[in-house]
């Protein structure tokens, strides 16, 4: 005898890209038990564009939705981030459980019923299951520093890119902490939450492709800032928390190396000390080539990659060591998060 679908909500928080409608496209030809509701959470900044009522969707998403456009609901969160967009969307939600999506990736044309065998799958102490992710990368070619940060995803544990919890799980531990600002940590955070509060986190089946989102040579340097999160991380759930989320630590111990040694060197020469000023310049020197050698040999070796990753490279220590510094700085009273979507 079959049982009928678990009901589950979508919710997708954007800052009107075009992706978006991509997405939402996606959503609504996949087979299988449709959302009970779709929730798009506008987490564009300040008032709606001239002309643009406030609950009107964003690049013509109730087109891009077909049948399940008279599904949607339509909010708008202020501009403060995706953790605190999730928390707007789960405001909304009544359904038992809840599916978050990434506005950039593209759900299989069978999801939905993967995702209905997912959650009929889910035993009664499981919170999440998580999708199963896939980036899309040249077959030609060597991907770049950008598109294997972006394939990243496909080992992440708990990438709310697709996402699926029990909804009294996320109420229970009071939703996204927003303070995490960037989409960064804040799916760890709330994952380890999820755990510590005594439920389960499983792999499901389901299928969602994640493409590569197009960036400028600087991108790199942007996405520094999320050492500040890390600081954060630490603060919430101490300094193993890399292990139990098998989140990479990164390098910020050779970052906080290589800085110094150009610090030193600095002092060193304002100081008149030539000599030392120039043995702590060849640390900072050998540092940074390592590095970009490191990130040249993975990649494509084409001209401008190649100078993308020589100049990014002697940058990024210093601003992995700032944002680290000022995260602790910032986040050094952080308690436990008190709840934002109750």
Known sequence: MSHPPTPYAVVVPTVGRPCLADCLRALAASEGPAPQRVVIVDDRPGE???????????????????????????????GRGPAAARNTGLREVEEPWTVFLDDDVRVGPAWRAELAADLAAASPDTGGV?????????????????????????QALWAT?????????????????????????????????VI???????????????????????????????????????????????????????????HAAVTASGALAVVLAAAGRRRAAALAGAGWLLGTAEFARARIAAGPRTPDEVLTMAVTSAAIPALAVWHRLTGVLRHRSAGVWNGGAT
Not at 213 to 223: E, K, Y
């Open 130 to 154: 998580q999708g199963v992710l896939r980036v899309p990368l040249p077959g030609d070619r060597p991907p770049t520093d950008w598109e294997r940060n972006t394939a990243g995803l496909e």
């Open 196 to 254: 510590e509060a005594g439920w389960v986190i499983r792999r499901g089946t389901r299928r969602t492709e994640h493409p590569v989102r197009p960036a400028d040579r600087w991108v790199s340097l942007r996405t520094q800032a999320g050492n500040a999160d890390d600081a954060l991380m630490v603060r919430l759930h101490g300094p193993d928390w890399w292990a139990r989320a098998a989140a990479p630590r990164g390098r910020i111990r050779r």
């Open 48 to 78: 709606p564009p001239p002309g643009e009522s406030p609950g009107a969707l964003p690049l013509d998403a109730v087109g891009a939705l077909g049948a399940l456009g008279d599904r949607a609901v339509v909010l708008r969160s202020g």
């Open 161 to 193: 890119a697709d996402m699926a919890y029990r909804t009294e799980a996320l109420r229970m531990v009071g939703g996204f902490d927003e303070r995490f600002r960037r989409a960064f940590r804040e799916d760890a955070d709330l994952a380890l939450r």
